[in-house]
């Protein structure tokens, strides 16, 4: 009997404290001159995997860029949930809310 565990590979979802770790590690190197490879054979990553941990990080911070307020974890970038570009991220994608009692 096979004991699954409700889904493809669950058991190599990671929390999200870890993937920020490892982009926050992935950046710092990014940042200081090394590619995404270099990050990654540092880190133990593949390189697809710190580039998608690099730019998760970067798409959780871009509403606090522009002053809005954190929003929900975004989608990793180069996955089914977000195939290309950007992801949507609802805190500095939706317009901004119509204030009470202004006249149109």
């Keep these: 009997m ?20 490892q982009g926050i590690a992935v950046l710092d190197l990014v940042s200081a001159g090394a590619t995404f490879r270099q990050a990654a054979a540092a880190t133990g990553l593949s390189p697809t995997t710190a580039w998608r941990r690099a730019w998760w990080i970067r798409d959780f911070n871009l509403p606090r860029h522009f002053g809005r307020a954190p929003g929900p974890v975004p989608p990793q970038r180069g996955t089914a949930a977000c195939p290309r570009g950007r992801p949507y991220l609802p805190t500095l994608d939706d317009p901004a809310p119509a204030r009470k009692g202004t006249a149109r």
């Design 2 to 21: 096979i004991n699954r565990r409700g889904g493809p590979y669950p058991h190599r979802r990671l929390s999200a404290a870890i993937k920020t770790s």
